[in-house]
């Protein structure tokens, strides 16, 4: 996912669609770019980035956004700039390159190093002045994949409501979206709740929705559509976005993993019912069970002498979504 201000889309006859990458020239002078740069400071590789931009520096930026999360940045100095600047502004103002040299003379005896390190050292906790100390390099072909993924992503936080529809997989899918806490409907496919069919947009709930993207493209048929809500010339627009696997974009395959439980709340509950000993037979995740337009997989199943009982337990939710699943 990219910061929204990052996202590149073209708007035309009531759809919108992100404005992908398939060459990778520019990817490759940017990977060049922070290798070259280990050991620089953060405010020198920027300022190579900035050279690049032109007319694309939102695509330049939001390449550079997926490979600043591949790196690794340290002080540029031993010393906490903080501590430094707290001793400096303690001891006043100076008004005279004399009173300037008088003050960092004590402040290195202070801090017990040479006067050129407490300069150094004074903003070396911002951001600009981090040391790029690692990078881990991916090749051009894999950054525009992932930026392209990301661009999709990012176009889903304002989207009203996600309807796909996939060729096997289902299984795996549908594990997923309960691991995300998504609600969904069964009509011809699927339709999963989007952030902007909310009360109120939900960052998290967003950022779920997004991460369910790349498990269906996982599918080896899959076809999304999605309505999302924007702006046309100030005023509010709702626009259709189609993709499906025979587009000719590039994107990686999924590696999101699922967790044995999906919160600490399952997790909590199964040790404490563990612990009761009474008697039942406790199954995580035990079926997948057709509701009317839901596919449940309940929680956790109990069984005991022939009696057999589900557990779902709820994340994100609206009153109409629970009513929904209740009445099924």
Not at 184 to 190: F, R, S
Not at 215 to 226: F, G, L, P, R
């Amino acid at each position: 996912m990219l910061p929204r201000e990052l996202l590149v889309v073209r708007k035309k006859k009531g759809s919108i669609r992100p404005r992908y990458l398939s060459d990778t020239d520019l990817a490759e002078e940017l990977i060049h770019i922070f290798a070259q740069h280990q050991g620089e400071k953060y405010k020198n590789l920027m300022q190579k980035r900035e050279e690049m931009e032109g007319t694309d520096f939102k695509v330049v930026r939001g390449l550079s956004t997926l490979l600043e999360r591949r790196c690794s940045f340290v002080s540029s100095s031993d010393l906490s700039g903080k501590d430094v600047r707290s001793f400096l502004f303690e001891h006043g103002f100076v008004t005279t390159l004399e009173e300037r040299d008088k003050l960092l003379e004590e402040a290195s005896q202070f801090f017990h190093v040479s006067k050129s390190k407490v300069e150094k050292a004074m903003f070396s906790d911002l951001w600009a002045e981090q040391v790029l100390s690692e990078f881990s390099p991916l090749s051009p072909d894999e950054l525009i994949r992932r930026y392209n993924l990301s661009l999709t992503q990012t176009l889903l936080f304002d989207a009203l409501g996600l309807n796909f529809k996939v060729g096997g997989n289902y299984q795996y899918i549908f594990r997923q979206i309960k691991y995300l806490g998504l609600m969904y409907e069964i009509d011809d496919g699927v339709r999963v709740t989007g952030p902007g069919s909310l009360f109120k947009k939900n960052r998290k709930y967003g950022t779920s929705l997004a991460k369910l993207l790349p498990v269906i493209m996982n599918a080896e048929k899959w076809q999304i559509h999605t309505i999302i809500e924007t702006t046309i010339g100030g005023e509010p627009r709702i626009l259709d976005f189609d993709l499906d696997s025979d587009s000719k974009v590039a994107f990686p395959a999924s590696t999101e993993a699922i967790a044995h439980f999906d919160s600490e709340v399952e997790q909590q509950f199964y040790r404490d019912f563990k612990a009761l000993n009474l008697g039942w037979e406790l199954v995580r995740e035990p079926d997948a069970v057709k509701a009317g337009n839901y596919v449940i997989i309940p929680d956790f199943g109990f069984y005991k002498d022939g009696m057999k009982h589900y557990l779902e337990i709820v994340g994100f939710w609206t009153p109409e979504y629970l009513k929904k699943k209740v009445f099924v």
